[in-house]
């Protein structure tokens, strides 16, 4: 599925133009020429640049011989892993599609190079390449249940790394109490990036003492294998607990900080999505239900768990914050 085979004729222009001709058109255009001249050259030139880009977008991934990892026993399911098939097919990512199928236009984000800039209210302020990253975190499979806010559900063994790990290397401040994470912004290849209806980029966030939970996960693969761009390559994080919203797609930044981030969607819609957005199927989204869910592939309903089944690690967090919306 999805493999992006390179045809003979998919070179770019510097290689297929004889080098004679491409130096002494590069010449041409910096000693000026002609406007009109000008014109079609910048006209080739931008071409060229399309084509490098989609070359940057088609590049293998250099991460793919680390795969697969192995996986901790710790996570065990309630229930079939979802088809890859379904979980890579059917997907939220507003800054390409309002709709599920928006494989085809994900796969412009180029994932290489790709860096995670991490500051704030750190000791370790940094900015690191998605491979170095890789290389100083111990690389885990773990099998882990999705609920979607809008109810559809699946599980997924995602390959990556424990969040409290990469929190450990940035070294937080006493001052900090929440990650601001942040997604890429790029409306050249995202183009629902260019509406002006949206409160982009797309921002996550949660508390320090939910990041150093055991349950956070920084993600890198799934199904034993780089993961594909329509669901958040080259870094996602999951939080199984919380509904999958809270999972922010394609991180490029995390701001340790004193200040509680306002989210995406609590940006678009307050009224129906907070903070917290921990998993209650006693308490229902203002406009539907929570009780039930649908996996994907498979739709008969089954009953909603509280945190998503995962209360036992993640209640005791909870405790001394009952005033808060924690469900929503
Ligand atoms: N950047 C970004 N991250 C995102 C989203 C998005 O639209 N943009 N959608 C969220 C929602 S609502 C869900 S349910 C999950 C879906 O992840 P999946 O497509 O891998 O199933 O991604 C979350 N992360
Ligand atoms: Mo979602």
């Known amino acids: 599925m999805f493999i ?16 004679h001709v491409f130096f002494n058109r590069r010449k041409f255009l910096t000693t000026g020429a002609a406007i009109g001249a000008m014109t079609i050259l910048s ?13 940057a977008s088609a590049a293998p991934d250099p991460s793919a011989s680390l795969y ?53 209210l750190v000791a ?5 390449g998605i491979d170095d990253l890789m290389k100083k975190m111990p690389l885990e499979e773990r099998l882990y249940r999705h609920r979607c806010v809008e109810t ?29 994470l942040e997604t890429f912004m790029n409306p ?7 509406s002006p209806f949206y409160p982009w980029p797309y921002i996550e966030g949660l508390t320090v003492e939910e990041a150093m939970n055991d349950l956070a996960f920084m993600v890198t693969g799934m199904y034993g294998k780089p993961a594909p761009k329509q669901n958040g390559a080259p870094l996602r994080i999951a939080l199984p607990w919380k509904y999958g919203f809270k999972s922010g797609k394609a991180l490029v930044k ?21 903070f917290w957005a921990n998993v209650n199927p ?31 690690f993640v209640a005791p967090l909870y405790a001394n914050l009952q005033g808060e919306k924690l469900f929503m």
């Open 254 to 274: 995390i701001t340790f900080t004193d200040e509680r981030p306002v989210n995406f969607w609590q940006a678009l819609q307050s009224s129906e999505y907070g």
């Open 282 to 312: 006693e308490v229902p989204h203002p406009r539907w239900s929570q009780a039930t869910e649908r996996m994907l592939g498979n739709d008969e309903p089954r009953p909603t768990l509280l945190y998503n089944g995962y209360a036992d």
């Open 68 to 120: 697969p990892f192995k996986r901790n026993e710790t996570y065990t399911l309630d229930r079939d892993i979802t088809d890859e098939q379904w979980a890579a097919t059917y997907n939220n990512y507003y800054e390409f599609s309002s709709g599920k199928r928006l494989v085809d236009e994900a796969q412009a984000l180029p994932i290489r190079p790709w860096t995670l800039t991490i500051d704030g």
């Open 4 to 19: 992006k085979v390179k045809r003979g004729w998919e070179i770019p222009e510097s290689l297929a133009t004889p080098e």
């Open 152 to 180: 559809w559900s699946m599980a997924v063994p995602w390959s990556g790394f424990a969040l409290k790990e990469l929190v450990k290397l940035a070294e937080p401040k006493a001052e900090a109490k929440y990650l601001r």
């Open 124 to 128: 370790k302020p940094m900015q690191i």
């Open 188 to 194: 050249e290849v995202a183009g629902e990036q260019k």
């Open 43 to 55: 006209a080739c030139d931008q071409k060229q640049e399309a084509q490098a880009q989609a070359e």
